[in-house]
């Protein structure tokens, strides 16, 4: 089985390389505008062959130092960004009142779907980028100490940095395309490739299953087939998410061009701290649980439409921190342990009692953390509870019962 995977290389540019940098850079992004636009306008149903038929000639005439991969990749460029737009637009359906009531009385609401006919504008490519094919555009030379890339008109042989190349040039790994991107007032060389790992993981060889709760108090709460429960405090991380947020409220007020870059810039340090978060856990619980395991999360779609439901305090860090983020890294982690993640509905598993099944919304006290059943008395901590009642789902699934779910 094979797995696609990205690395993030490091270059090292002289001043003038980096100029050439910037330069195709630009024009490619130029060229994916174009493109974007002419999908757009054709709602989004050309084939490549009328690409080549209707674009190809229009951005060789307007980019001439574009060479033939290029100007092909923008085409896949652009209908990638699209993909993604649609897949993001199917998740996050408008929530329209439907007309009917509840047993209390209250109009319920529901979900209309959403595709790109829904785009009342192109989509724009703002980030100056580049991409790359393997062979044609890029190639490791010098024993693999320089990388020569295509710039406009002719090739440059460029320094980076070799922390990754024993991964890179191994035998069972398969170099894809690689996009030119700067970040940081650094040059970076994205290459996918994709490796060899263990065939997916198959529900009679689980060893093990694990139910993982996340939040904001605990990022993460665990409970295994050996009824052992581990939780991974969430304090320090939401101390300094909220002082990200009082930050950049305090330079929002100033209103001047300076405070607006410093606002960008920690946007991205925020980012690159909570993807580093997200790493360490992810590997630790593969680490911590090893091979032939059935990690089960609750599925989180829904989490930013029941944002005005948390306290005012909890509601940005509820609804911004990245929990799917976390889901992606442990899934191609686990693959490649010969693990398997899964998603479970996570509707009642904060409200049920995994020991008797009673549900009642009552049954928790937010404010003590605490969950005690009103019909056999069973009490634990509610982050606890929650993990419990994935782990059941995930025995469920293991054991092949489909669209497994938690009546009320």
Known sequence: MEQSLTVKVRLKPTNQQALEFERVS?????????VSQWLFDQRFKPSRKDFNHDMYYVLKNQFPTLNTAMIQSTYRTVVARYSAVATQLSKRPLYVPSGKFDQNGNETWEPIKRDLNWLYYPVLFKRPQADYVRRINYSFVQNATKLSLNVLDKRIKVNFDT??????????VKLGTAKLVKACGHWYFHIAFTIDVPDKLKMDEVRQVVGIDRGLRFLITTFDSQHHTSFVSGQKILDKRRHYKHLRAALQQRQ?????????????RENRWMSDVNHQ????????FGSETLFVLEDLSGVKKTVKQRKRDNRYE?????????ELDLTYKALQAHS?????????????????????????NHNLHLYKCDRCGYSSNDDRIGAMNIYQLGLM????????????
């Open 318 to 326: 509820q609804a911004s921190w990245a929990f799917y983020q976390l």
């Open 26 to 34: 630009l024009a490619y992004r130029d060229a994916c505008n174009k």
């Open 256 to 268: 001047t061009s300076s405070a607006r870059q410093r606002l960008k810039r920690i946007g991205k």
């Open 397 to 408: 699934s293991r054991n092949g019962i489909k669209s497994v779910k938690f009546n009320k």
């Open 281 to 288: 856990l992810s590997k630790t619980l593969v680490k911590q």
């Open 163 to 172: 922390h990754f190349n024993k991964l890179l040039l191994s035998s069972n």
């Open 340 to 364: 398997l993640v899964i998603k479970v509905p996570a509707q009642y598993t904060s409200q049920r009692c995994p020991r008797c099944g009673r549900i009642n919304k009552t049954n928790r």
